[in-house]
């Protein structure tokens, strides 16, 4: 992997997870397809129903992550509400929170929208004594029983790497995500202290675009008048900015496939369908492919898990992710997000290629 190899073994040099011995007929029922460190029952033993709020809806991830869901849910054995979406306003996520809290929930797995806002919606819940699994997004404060994502630093540095030894010299472009997510904040920083370290040549332009479409296309095109020699872009978020950038560089007589003179690389994150049509097609060159299926597959194990009382501890995983304590004093699994280029991009085992 670009830029991660040695983080990654390092990591996986760490002391795996391993079962607390508390009586040698619970040892099985403590195990599930992560080691956990002792399991006392919680009150319901893992049953009750399971809210699951959403971000938003507009974007094609966050679309098969929501298809996902019920069918993941059905898989782990627990029984969900209808999904809800917050429709990008981390106000109203906090209602949502609210709101199935009030329903009656045992648990819930949402995917914070802004990382300290989160923390009103914890607290509630906290209180009420319902255990929240955090997906994609890790909060600032506030008790999760554990955060699943990928490596988000990861997928600034791979992005870099990528640009870097295709791009010997010039102006890259980075569209940045909501800098009030750790997301955006990670990816951003990471991408652009991996520039600088390594590809001092590279000059970083960068466009906050919160994760909207409309402010990606605006202001890239501002950018692009006053920089037509741009060579490189990342999009942190291929769901909301492909089709954005993808139209502008065609209004401006810029979007060049691969081989041709004049094509800009670029490289995004999500992994959804349509960027790995445009990879095909030579409009981009890659992406980092942000797990949907095992978002919604992990997210569910992990919640049912936590209303069972059981516990985890930093290490390696059977599933190919590492569970590491963050500064916070919260626990991340930490799950596989390869890069795909022309060369892998019809592997049948990636998700994107597994969605209609």
């Given at each position: 992997?670009?830029?991660?190899?040695?983080?990654k073994?390092?990591?996986?040099?760490m002391?795996?997870?391993?079962?607390a011995?508390?009586?040698?007929?619970?040892v099985?029922?403590?195990?599930?397809s992560?080691k956990?460190?002792?399991?006392?029952?919680?009150?319901g033993?893992?049953?009750?129903?399971?809210?699951?709020?959403?971000?938003l809806?507009t974007?094609?991830?966050?679309?098969?992550?929501?298809?996902?869901?019920p069918?993941?849910a059905?898989?782990?054995?627990?029984?969900t509400?209808?999904?809800v979406?917050?429709?990008?306003?981390?106000?109203?996520?906090i209602?949502?929170?609210n709101?199935?809290?009030?329903?009656?929930?045992?648990?819930?797995?949402?995917?914070?929208?802004?990382?300290?806002?989160?923390?009103a919606?914890?607290?509630q819940?906290?209180?009420?004594?319902?255990?929240?699994?955090?997906?994609?997004v890790?909060?600032?404060?506030?008790?999760?029983?554990?955060?699943?994502?990928?490596?988000?630093?990861?997928y600034?540095?791979?992005?870099?790497q990528?640009?870097?030894?295709q791009i010997?010299?010039g102006?890259?472009?980075q569209?940045?995500g909501?800098?009030?997510?750790?997301?955006?904040?990670d990816?951003?920083?990471?991408?652009?202290?991996?520039v600088?370290?390594?590809f001092?040549?590279?000059?970083?332009?960068?466009?906050?675009?919160?994760?909207?479409?409309?402010a990606?296309?605006?202001?890239?095109?501002?950018?692009?008048?006053?920089?037509?020699?741009?060579?490189?872009?990342?999009m942190q978020?291929?769901?909301?900015?492909l089709?954005?950038?993808?139209?502008?560089?065609?209004?401006k007589?810029?979007?060049?496939?691969?081989?041709?003179d004049?094509?800009i690389?670029?490289?995004s994150?999500d992994?959804?369908?349509?960027?790995?049509?445009?990879i095909?097609?030579?409009?981009?060159?890659?992406?980092?492919?942000?797990?949907?299926?095992?978002?919604?597959?992990?997210?569910?194990?992990?919640?049912?898990a936590?209303?069972?009382?059981?516990?985890?501890?930093?290490?390696?995983?059977?599933h190919?992710?590492?569970?590491?304590k963050?500064?916070?004093?919260?626990?991340?699994d930490?799950l596989?997000?390869p890069?795909v280029?022309?060369d892998?991009?019809?592997?049948?085992?990636?998700?994107?290629?597994?969605?209609?």
């Amino acid at each position: 992997m670009h830029g991660t190899t040695t983080r990654k073994q390092n990591r996986s040099r760490m002391v795996g997870a391993v079962c607390a011995v508390a009586g040698a007929s619970l040892v099985l029922a403590a195990c599930g397809s992560t080691k956990d460190t002792g399991a006392s029952s919680a009150e319901g033993g893992g049953s009750g129903k399971v809210g699951v709020i959403l971000p938003l809806l507009t974007s094609p991830f966050w679309q098969s992550y929501n298809d996902y869901v019920p069918k993941m849910a059905d898989s782990e054995g627990v029984d969900t509400l209808k999904t809800v979406n917050s429709n990008s306003d981390p106000s109203q996520q906090i209602t949502d929170i609210n709101n199935q809290l009030t329903q009656g929930v045992k648990g819930l797995v949402v995917a914070p929208l802004d990382s300290a806002a989160i923390e009103a919606g914890l607290d509630q819940a906290e209180r009420k004594g319902v255990p929240v699994v955090a997906v994609d997004v890790a909060p600032d404060k506030g008790k999760v029983a554990m955060v699943v994502r990928a490596d988000n630093v990861a997928y600034g540095e791979k992005a870099c790497q990528y640009l870097g030894e295709q791009i010997p010299s010039g102006k890259v472009v980075q569209i940045m995500g909501d800098l009030a997510s750790v997301n955006g904040r990670d990816r951003s920083e990471a991408f652009r202290a991996c520039v600088k370290k390594n590809f001092p040549k590279l000059k970083v332009l960068e466009i906050p675009a919160k994760w909207e479409s409309d402010a990606a296309a605006s202001k890239l095109d501002t950018l692009l008048n006053a920089n037509p020699d741009i060579k490189g872009i990342y999009m942190q978020a291929g769901g909301v900015y492909l089709a954005p950038t993808l139209q502008t560089l065609k209004s401006k007589g810029m979007l060049k496939k691969a081989g041709q003179d004049g094509h800009i690389t670029i490289v995004s994150n999500d992994g959804i369908p349509q960027e790995y049509d445009a990879i095909r097609k030579g409009e981009i060159d890659a992406t980092v492919s942000q797990p949907a299926d095992l978002y919604a597959k992990y997210g569910m194990y992990y919640i049912k898990a936590a209303m069972e009382g059981k516990k985890f501890e930093p290490g390696p995983t059977d599933h190919d992710s590492t569970i590491v304590k963050l500064p916070s004093g919260i626990l991340e699994d930490q799950l596989p997000a390869p890069l795909v280029t022309k060369d892998n991009v019809d592997d049948p085992k990636l998700w994107g290629n597994t969605v209609k």
